[in-house]
């Protein structure tokens, strides 16, 4: 399929413009017209790119690209390494941001919601970027830290009283530890994210409600590969997710 069709179905799906963002989505580096080959990654690193040329892709969708407001505009540095690696390979760089956090059957928290086991009742905050809901058997914090720890493959931080029956959960993946007031408003038992800050601690055990951090790259990781999915099976490319383990 020819690249520019791709961006633009991407485009229609996830509706860039509806969100005030911190970098530009879609297209971010222009690469060959043809796509035989999609590839997909959380984060547009060095070491995905390099995967990705390994892969044979013409093309790589992240969730993390480049040119983030208020960064240095200047290509030098690990990004003259990650963009060169790109030209040299005249690979096309896709990035959404927002759009994939929110998207509401593709998204970051649809999909985190899923693979937890989680019943998704509503969206709220800035551009529906919090998700809450509810367990369908309420189970122990202990209980739900353990889920969250089989179903990532991490161990999660958790701040709160392991004995604590879980209900109503809010989530919302990455760095969306500054949610926790509007979770703590909704009545929740428990806000899941992947990034916990120091004033976040201090926060849970004083509102009552547990925090689990649970990992920004391990919360981050199934939008993409849905959106990938979805292209793939609409045009009947190839589609290959590629992880790049990240600690945090």
Not at 8 to 23: G, I, K, M
Not at 121 to 127: A, I
Request: net charge negative; charged share 25%; with cysteine.
């Amino acid at each position: 399929m020819q690249r520019d069709d791709l961006v633009r179905y991407f485009d229609s799906l996830l509706q860039p413009e509806r969100f005030r963002d911190y970098c530009p989505n879609g297209l971010q580096v222009e690469g060959r017209t043809e796509i035989r080959l999609l590839a997909s990654g959380v984060t547009a690193s060095a070491a995905l790119v390099e995967a990705a040329v390994e892969a044979g892709a013409d093309a790589l969708l992240v969730h993390h690209g480049y040119f983030w407001r208020g960064e240095d505009p200047r290509i030098i540095g690990p990004r003259r390494v990650r963009i060169g690696g790109l030209l040299a390979a005249d690979m096309n760089l896709i990035a959404y941001h927002l759009p994939i956090d929110a998207h509401p059957e593709f998204g970051n928290n649809a999909r985190l919601g899923k693979v937890l086991g989680l019943r998704q009742e509503g969206r709220t905050g800035e551009q529906d970027l919090l998700a809450w809901g509810s367990l369908d058997v309420p189970e122990p914090l202990a209980a739900f830290s353990a889920r969250v720890q089989a179903c990532l493959d991490r161990v999660p931080m958790v701040i709160g009283d392991p004995a604590r029956t879980v209900r109503r959960v809010a989530w919302c993946t990455g760095a969306a530890q500054d949610y926790f007031e509007q979770a703590v408003a909704l009545g929740v038992d428990v806000f899941l994210t992947g990034e916990i800050s120091e004033q976040s601690v201090h926060a849970s055990r004083e509102s009552g409600v547990a925090f689990v951090a649970a990992g920004h790259h391990a919360t981050e990781r199934y939008g993409v590969q849905a959106v990938g999915d979805a292209a793939a099976k609409e045009f009947g490319i190839v589609h290959r997710f590629l992880e790049i383990p990240n600690p945090v």
